[in-house]
């Protein structure tokens, strides 16, 4: 058995210890696409995380799930100029002025524009479920299960998997479609979400599933 990052013994130690217990996907799943903003493609930003492969592979996931006729939402971060909208999380983030009104950086990286017919959330903090209308938009679907893709790992993807579990969904972070500024950190968040709130799931295996949603997928 190895982890994300190929630490058979970190692994070990966890399962030892009860995390890790498998979750099984329903058969009602959705798409969270959180924060493809171009602040983490664009290396004018300060918030540029490298994520180009990331975005790529969104892209993919996101054609697989409108072709399966998957609902699919998008998440975005619009705060007011002075950030007063987003209180503390501002004042700890310096970086959230790249999601200010007026900065070319809070727009959709190209190729990831929600549809017509798609939900974009607007949100002020990390997780796409705080203050926001997603959970009951995804309960009104009857929604059992979301594939969470987007930007960054360790900050707004790990809240919102980690609400996505509290409100009752079985989450799915999509291991290729998310990324983060550095891969250490990527990785460890991915296995720690693995190991207490979520599946971690190739990007293959997902394309499986969202063609033909069991939780016998493999």
Same mark, same amino acid.
């Given at each position: 058995?190895?982890?994300?990052?190929?630490?058979?013994?970190?692994?070990?130690?966890?399962?030892?210890?009860? +995390?890790?217990?498998?979750?099984?996907?329903?058969?009602?799943?959705?798409?969270?696409?959180?924060?493809?903003?171009?602040?983490?493609?664009?290396?004018?930003?300060?918030?540029?995380?490298?994520?180009?492969?990331?975005?790529?592979?969104?892209?993919?996931?996101?054609?697989?799930?409108?072709?399966?006729?998957?609902?699919?939402?998008?998440?975005?971060?619009?705060?007011?100029?002075?950030?007063?909208?987003?209180?503390? +999380? +501002?004042?700890?983030?310096?970086?959230?002025?790249?999601?200010?009104?007026?900065?070319?950086?809070?727009?959709?990286?190209?190729?990831?524009?929600?549809?017509?017919?798609?939900?974009?959330?607007?949100?002020?903090?990390?997780?796409?479920?705080?203050?926001?209308?997603? @959970?009951?938009?995804?309960?009104?679907?009857?929604?059992?299960?979301?594939?969470?893709?987007?930007?960054?790992?360790?900050?707004?993807?790990?809240?919102?998997?980690?609400?996505?579990?509290? @409100?009752?969904?079985?989450?799915?972070?999509?291991?290729?479609?998310?990324?983060?500024?550095?891969?250490?950190?990527?990785?460890?968040?991915? +296995?720690?979400?693995?190991?207490?709130?979520?599946?971690?799931?190739?990007?293959?295996?997902?394309?499986?599933?969202?063609?033909?949603?069991?939780?016998?997928?493999?």
């Amino acid at each position: 058995m190895t982890t994300i990052d190929g630490r058979a013994d970190q692994a070990a130690d966890y399962a030892r210890a009860g +995390f890790g217990q498998e979750l099984q996907p329903g058969t009602r799943p959705a798409l969270v696409v959180v924060d493809p903003a171009r602040a983490y493609v664009d290396p004018a930003c300060p918030l540029y995380a490298g994520a180009e492969d990331a975005a790529d592979a969104m892209r993919t996931l996101v054609a697989a799930a409108r072709s399966a006729g998957i609902p699919v939402v998008f998440t975005e971060v619009r705060l007011r100029a002075d950030g007063a909208d987003a209180g503390v +999380f +501002f004042r700890k983030s310096g970086t959230l002025v790249a999601f200010c009104e007026g900065s070319p950086f809070a727009e959709p990286i190209e190729g990831l524009e929600p549809a017509p017919d798609e939900l974009l959330v607007t949100k002020k903090y990390a997780s796409a479920f705080f203050g926001t209308s997603l @959970h009951s938009y995804l309960t009104a679907l009857q929604v059992d299960t979301v594939l969470i893709a987007g930007l960054s790992t360790s900050g707004c993807v790990r809240a919102t998997t980690l609400d996505a579990m509290q @409100h009752g969904f079985i989450p799915i972070v999509v291991k290729e479609a998310v990324g983060d500024r550095d891969p250490a950190i990527h990785n460890s968040n991915l +296995f720690d979400m693995q190991q207490k709130m979520a599946e971690v799931w190739p990007l293959s295996r997902a394309q499986t599933y969202l063609r033909n949603p069991s939780p016998l997928v493999e």
